[in-house]
């Protein structure tokens, strides 16, 4: 099973999430054929004989997060928060999948953008239940999420990128800022500009299934001349 984690928060911008929720998605909605024992796989049934005590209900709503996606073809994207539901910075009330402690399990992280980052590089509790380890996991970020993987620690001499206005805070950390769309290494990518994501969703889908999926997967979200003729014509 191969798991993506996309970590969101509240005023989190919506691109930044919708972007790779679509792309990352793909090789599931359009080009199943690409995965390895591809299967849809329904949610369990419930067992409706099963008594719910007053202590469950409470700890039901304790915990309210969104059911899993469908996986198929052992392929599953969620959505990661601190909480069930986060606002966007245009105002949508974004259901999460679960807490963010799950992206540690997961085989990639994408930690997406907005004015939070500024404050949530520097929470010592946020940092503590999002732990991150790019010897076992691809770790990528979108525009200002870089500052959350600053703040881990994971930046401290190492060449990266991230929204202009966001510059200064990565450098505060250690990180070093070069003017680049997208910066790779071996198992951390980091994109600058919305529009950026695109690529790192290409390079992350590469290192997980292989170039041409992952060129079928982007190349089809792309316009006439760009690259979607390569996958229809």
């Known amino acids: 099973m191969t798991e993506i984690a996309i970590i969101a928060f509240d005023g989190v911008t919506d691109i930044d999430v919708w972007l790779h929720w679509d792309f990352l998605n793909r090789p599931r909605t359009m080009f199943p054929e690409s995965l390895p024992d591809f299967r849809e796989t329904p949610p369990e049934p419930e067992d409706e004989s099963e008594e719910v005590t007053e202590d ?11 059911a899993q996606p469908t ?5 599953s994207v969620m959505i990661l928060g601190t909480k069930p539901q986060h606002v966007t910075a245009a105002g949508y009330e974004l259901r999460t ?12 992280v994408v930690v997406a953008s907005g004015p939070a980052t500024r404050e949530l590089m520097n929470d010592a509790e946020f940092l503590a239940r999002l732990l991150l380890d790019p010897d076992d996991q691809y770790v990528c970020s979108q525009c200002s ?3 959350v993987l600053a703040g881990s620690g994971l930046l401290a001499g190492v060449e990266a990128t991230t929204y202009p206005t966001a510059r200064e805070a990565l450098e505060s950390k250690g990180g070093i800022f070069v003017e680049k769309p997208l910066v790779t290494h071996e198992r951390m990518a980091m994109a600058a ?3 950026a994501g695109v690529e790192l969703d290409r390079w992350l889908l590469t290192q997980l299934i292989d170039k041409e999926t992952a060129d079928k997967c982007i190349d089809s979200g792309l316009g006439w001349g760009q690259g979607i003729e390569r996958v229809y014509v």
Do not use: K
């Not at 996986?71 to 392929?75: I, L, M, Q, S």
């Not at 999948?97 to 990639?108: K, L, Q, T, V, Y």
């Open 193 to 195: 500009g919305c529009l």
């Open 56 to 66: 469950d209900e409470d700890e039901e709503e304790a915990v309210d997060y969104e």
């Open 97 to 108: 999948h679960g807490p963010i402690e799950s992206a540690r399990d997961m085989d990639a």
């Open 71 to 75: 996986r198929a073809g052992n392929w």
């Open 145 to 147: 999420g870089a500052l």
